[in-house]
């Protein structure tokens, strides 16, 4: 299983940036996917899950400003991030789990937010 991020960057606090992670397979596959991310010095955290019936929950931290999405045709789950803050510079990493209780991890895309 592979993941791949894309859609960090550089951005103005109050801006928005759209995370992407394109997976080699079917995300039906998956039980669950989710965002982490980890602010150096600071342990990674989830950020937002969707699972397989498209249930979503958030990090109290970004409820409200952040959607996770997905697209099943095109084996792709987003991270919309608005209202973007300092304090969510980090590197954002994608996470699949699968069925049986394996996990995968992106290789992370860096999310800066200048104030």
């Known amino acids: 299983v592979q993941l791949v991020e894309s859609g960090g960057g550089l951005v103005q606090a109050g801006g928005s940036l759209r995370l992407s992670c394109a997976a080699s397979?079917?995300?039906?596959?998956?039980?669950?996917m989710a965002w982490y991310r980890q602010a150096p010095g600071n342990q990674r955290e989830l950020v937002a899950r969707?699972?397989?019936?498209?249930?979503?929950t958030y990090a109290d931290s970004v409820k409200g400003r952040f959607s996770i999405s997905r697209d099943t045709a095109r084996n792709t789950v987003y991270l919309q991030m608005n209202s973007l803050k300092p304090e969510d510079t980090a590197v954002y990493y994608c996470?699949?789990?699968?069925?049986?209780?394996?996990?995968?991890w992106g290789q992370g895309t860096q999310v800066t937010v200048s104030s």
């Open positions: 969707i699972t397989h019936t498209a249930t979503t």
């Open positions: 397979g079917s995300i039906f596959n998956f039980a669950a």
């Open positions: 996470q699949s789990g699968s069925y049986g209780g394996d996990t995968y």
